[in-house]
């Protein structure tokens, strides 16, 4: 058994998916989450992760957001799976709880790593980048369509003095699926945004599964032009362009259509017929989603036009708005709002 203590501070459909795999392992971990009725069901009748090669229940420690000012010992791992939006308030949260000589790994969509650096210290900050498929709708049952086999993660530090330290986090998360451990995690976090711009948001405003999004009449198009626009974004800021979601260097280079390389590669190793995005689960449970935060983040740079990464953007604040519901034929408003934005931005 571990002596090491962790702590997950967000346990969704991720986030819970993760800690039961480390606390199968042996290792003292904490779950720390902001829905009661979640944090209740755990203490009540442990977590239960149903895989497609397994289905674990596990008795884990659970607590409310409103019982961290309760611990009394630090921790010398925390593992933030928060949303995009709510980084730097856990960070304030449980930074008197991480020890000095600690370490903070952002398990995130979007480019969170430096926000968490100015809280945390860039000493303590771990990026990272996950693919894991995984639901919950239920609190305390987590439906997880990639076993560890097929899931995927990346790290990577933002400061020298985290130099060799990368390999503790890979350490406990190669107990939830591969790991690389990446030189430069800010590139490999925008390359995971490219992806996420393709797919996430843009399926979720169809209101179906990834798949079934992908394969209606011009989707797929949109789809990859939003990724693009990211990709050529990122090429922008001088991101390189890496190989993720286990993909090698050499698959990368032998395509010239990066987006499309990464398309394939989701569709094919990551997701069920039945996954949906972590946005339409978000608005189907009426919480606002990470859309800022992927695409949002892509339209509001000036470097370049992004009209499809707007259209997207624009559409999803009216789906959180209430003003439009997620459903197929979404994508044709989607194509006449990209136009626009493309004609508006050659004017």
Same mark, same amino acid.
């Given at each position: 058994?571990?002596?090491r203590?962790?702590a997950?501070?967000?346990t969704?459909?991720n986030?819970?998916?993760i800690?039961?795999?480390?606390?199968?392992?042996?290792h003292?971990?904490?779950?720390i989450?902001?829905?009661?009725?979640?944090?209740?069901?755990?203490r009540?009748?442990?977590?239960?992760?149903?895989?497609p090669?397994k289905?674990?229940?596990?008795?884990?420690?659970?607590?409310?957001?409103c019982?961290?000012?309760?611990f009394k010992?630090?921790?010398?791992?925390?593992?933030l799976?928060?949303?995009?939006?709510?980084?730097?308030?856990?960070c304030e %949260?449980i930074?008197p709880? !991480?020890?000095?000589?600690g370490l903070? *790994? $952002?398990?995130?969509?979007?480019? &969170?790593t430096?926000n968490?650096?100015?809280?945390?210290g860039?000493?303590?900050?771990?990026g990272?980048v996950?693919e894991?498929?995984?639901?919950?709708?239920d609190p305390g049952?987590?439906s997880r369509?990639?076993?560890?086999?097929r899931?995927w993660f990346?790290?990577?530090g933002?400061?020298?003095?985290t130099?060799?330290?990368?390999n503790e986090i890979?350490?406990?998360l190669?107990?939830?699926g591969s790991v690389d451990v990446?030189?430069d995690?800010r590139?490999?976090?925008?390359m995971k945004?490219i992806s996420?711009?393709?797919?996430?948001?843009?399926?979720?405003?169809?209101?179906?599964p990834?798949r079934e999004a992908?394969?209606?009449s011009?989707?797929r198009d949109?789809?990859v032009r939003?990724g693009?626009?990211?990709?050529?974004?990122?090429?922008?800021f001088?991101f390189?362009t %890496?190989?993720?979601?286990? !993909?090698?260097a050499q698959e990368?280079? *032998? $395509?010239?259509?990066v987006v499309e &390389?990464l398309?394939?590669?989701l569709?094919?190793g990551?997701i069920?017929?039945?996954t949906?995005t972590?946005?339409l689960?978000?608005?189907?449970k009426g919480r606002?989603?990470?859309v800022?935060?992927?695409?949002?983040?892509?339209a509001s740079?000036?470097?370049?036009?992004?009209?499809?990464?707007r259209a997207?953007t624009?559409?999803?604040h009216?789906v959180?708005r209430?003003?439009?519901?997620?459903e197929?034929?979404?994508r044709f408003?989607?194509?006449r709002k990209?136009?626009?934005?493309?004609?508006?931005?050659?004017?």
């Open positions: 058994m571990s002596t203590k962790i997950v501070l967000g969704g459909a986030g819970a998916s800690a039961a795999d480390i606390a199968e392992a042996g003292d971990v904490v779950l989450d902001q829905w009661p009725a979640h944090v209740d069901v755990i009540r009748q442990g977590l239960r992760v149903e895989m090669d289905t674990l229940q596990l008795s884990v420690r659970a607590f409310h957001l019982e961290v000012c309760t010992e630090q921790f010398d791992v925390v593992l799976v928060v949303k995009t939006y709510d980084t730097r308030w856990s %949260l930074k709880y !991480l020890k000095s000589s903070i *790994a $952002s398990l995130q969509n979007g480019m &969170t430096d968490i650096a100015d809280v945390m860039r000493e303590r900050t771990i990272c996950v894991i498929a995984s639901m919950m709708f049952v987590i369509h990639t076993p560890r086999a899931s990346a790290v990577g933002v400061d020298k003095a130099d060799g330290r990368e890979a350490a406990l190669r107990h939830s990446v030189a995690i590139a490999a976090k925008w945004l996420n711009a393709t797919a996430l948001v843009p399926t979720a405003l169809l209101g179906v990834i992908v394969e209606l011009g989707m949109l789809m939003a693009q626009e990211a990709l050529d974004v990122g090429e922008d001088g390189a %890496l190989p993720i979601l286990g !993909l090698t990368m280079r *032998a $395509s010239n259509r &390389t398309l394939d590669k569709l094919s990551f069920s017929p039945t949906k972590t946005v689960q978000d608005w189907i606002r989603s990470e800022g935060d992927i695409n949002g983040l892509v740079q000036t470097v370049r036009p992004a009209p499809v990464n997207v624009a559409l999803a009216l959180e209430g003003e439009l519901k997620p197929p034929s979404n408003l989607l194509q990209a136009k626009e934005f493309a004609s508006a931005g050659r004017t």
